[in-house]
T-cell receptor, first 113, second 112 residues
Framework: GAGVSQTPSNKVTEKGKYVELRCDPISGHTALYWYRQSLGQGPEFLIYFQGTGAADDSGLPNDRFFAVRPEGSVSTLKIQRTERGDSAVYLC???????????FGSGTQLSVL | GEDVEQSLFLSVREGDSSVINCTYTDSSSTYLYWYKQEPGAGLQLLTYIFSNMDMKQDQRLTVLLNKKDKHLSLRIADTQTGDSAIYFCAETIYNQGGKLIFGQGTELSVKP
């Protein structure tokens, strides 16, 4: 595709529920990143994949958050037992390789009621 | 540690130049970026500069980098109302796989 695609664009859920957010990177990009942006803040790093493996997951806030990229392309960010504080825009980005320019998707706005 | 700081707001008149400033702390930064975010939209890469450069110009945009002071600026010439947005400065560290550290963003308001 032409750019990084994220689905859904909006997700409303109830406290305690499980959610999955999907990211389709630019074709051929080996590196994929997840960020979280709270209202009025800059994006904060969550996790980075190089190929299929999570090369750096130091930004995941706790063990309720998990991400996979089984075939080195599409990635899914999974959040268990959602809390109201998880409400934010979740951004995905991809780059041709590590240390190359990042291109961002439009994000998924997650609202936990 | 890594930290990127920006002023929160800037207001200019249409046609004037805008200068958005950013300071960073990590001297091992490789690339420094400017992203633009319009309401409800994702991050648009505007321009970037490699850490061994002092200046980069791209049409109306000029990026200046002072490595000694760890200061980065973005100058927008002939600012238009369509330039109103939030601008984020970000740095990437070579040995951290291209992970970006963002500032909190500067909201640019352009008045006609």
């Amino acid at each position: 595709g032409a750019g990084v695609s994220q689905t859904p664009s909006n997700k409303v859920t109830e406290k305690g529920k499980y959610v999955e957010l999907r990211c389709d990177p630019i074709s051929g990009h080996t590196a994929l990143y997840w960020y979280r942006q709270s209202l009025g803040q800059g994006p904060e790093f969550l996790i980075y994949f190089q190929g299929t493996g999570a090369a750096d997951d130091s930004g995941l806030p706790n063990d309720r958050f998990f991400a996979v990229r089984p075939e080195g392309s599409v990635s899914t960010l999974k959040i268990q037992r959602t809390e109201r504080g998880d409400s934010a825009v979740y951004l995905c980005a991809s780059s041709l390789d590590r240390n190359e320019k990042l291109f961002f998707g439009s994000g998924t706005q997650l609202s936990v009621l | 540690g890594e930290d990127v700081e920006q002023s929160l707001f800037l207001s200019v008149r249409e046609g004037d130049s805008s200068v958005i400033n950013c300071t960073y702390t990590d001297s091992s930064s490789t690339y420094l970026y400017w992203y633009k975010q319009e309401p409800g939209a994702g991050l648009q890469l505007l321009t970037y500069i490699f850490s061994n450069m002092d200046m980069k110009q791209d049409q109306r945009l000029t990026v200046l980098l002072n490595k000694k002071d760890k200061h980065l600026s973005l100058r927008i010439a002939d600012t238009q109302t369509g330039d109103s947005a939030i601008y984020f400065c970000a740095e990437t560290i070579y040995n951290q796989g291209g992970k970006l550290i963002f500032g909190q963003g500067t909201e640019l308001s352009v008045k006609p």
